[in-house]
Structure formats: structure tokens, C-alpha cells
């Protein structure tokens, strides 16, 4: 099952960044004029480029800014619960603190995952 869901912050990266709206095609690194009339004028792309890249150059979070260093979590996207779904990292932190911890991604989405057995598949 696919669509339905509300859409990542990738997801609206992509479709936000996608030339085709202008009237253009991208390949590889390069833009061409396409075939098909644009649904957005060159100014209003611009400006949202603009405001992209700037968005792009700042910390997401108030560890990063304070610490100049990104930490990761070494387990993420390697980690399945028992429906085999991915689990997410997350932490908690209380004074100067912080442990961490990972979450099946159906709990944080809110979607209903059934649990496989041996002789479902």
C-alpha cells in the first residue's frame, strides 16, 4: 500500500526542487528546456530557491548549534522490530544527560502493522 500519508520533509524537498515546474527537465546534473508549459513562473522558483539554500545552511536542532558537531546514531536504519519495520532513534535528556533509544517508525506515524509469523509469508 503507498500514498495516503502526509508527506516527509524530503519528500517536499524534492517535489519543491524539482524543475519540472518551471517548464524544465532535469538530467543528471544539467537543466533543459522541456516540451511542457511551466505551472510556476522563473521569479516565484527563485525566491523559493533562495529560501531553501538558506534553510539549508542552518542547524536543525539546538544540539547541533551548541555542539558544532552532528552526532548520529550508529544502529539507524539497521535496527527492525518483529513486523520487520525500521525502528527510529530517538533520545531523551535530563540535565546534561542523554539516553538513547530506538522506536518501531509505526508507533511514531500512528500506522497499524500486523506481526509476522513463520507461516504468513
Known amino acids: ?12 524537498h524534492h517535489i519543491l526542487c524539482n524543475p519540472i515546474y518551471t517548464g524544465g527537465i532535469r538530467h543528471k546534473e ?14 516565484l522558483w527563485d525566491r523559493v530557491q533562495i529560501k531553501l539554500q ?13 555542539s558544532g558537531t552532528i552526532t548520529t546514531a550508529p544502529l ?5 522490530d518483529q513486523t520487520g519495520d525500521r525502528l ?3 533520545h531523551t ?3 546534561s544527560s542523554r539516553r ?3 522506536v518501531s517508525n509505526h508507533l511514531l506515524t500512528g500506522r497499524q502493522r500486523m506481526a ?6
Open 1 to 12: 500500500m503507498q500514498g495516503g500519508g502526509p508527506l516527509s520533509r524530503d519528500q517536499i
Open 30 to 43: 544539467k537543466v533543459f528546456d522541456g516540451k511542457h508549459a511551466a505551472i510556476i513562473d522563473a521569479d
Open 54 to 66: 538558506a534553510a539549508s545552511a542552518q542547524p536543525r536542532s539546538r544540539s547541533k548549534a551548541r
Open 76 to 80: 539507524a536504519g539497521k535496527l527492525r
Open 88 to 90: 527510529t532513534p530517538s
Open 93 to 95: 535528556s535530563k540535565g
Open 100 to 102: 538513547r533509544y530506538y
Open 116 to 121: 509476522l509469523t513463520s507461516g504468513s509469508i
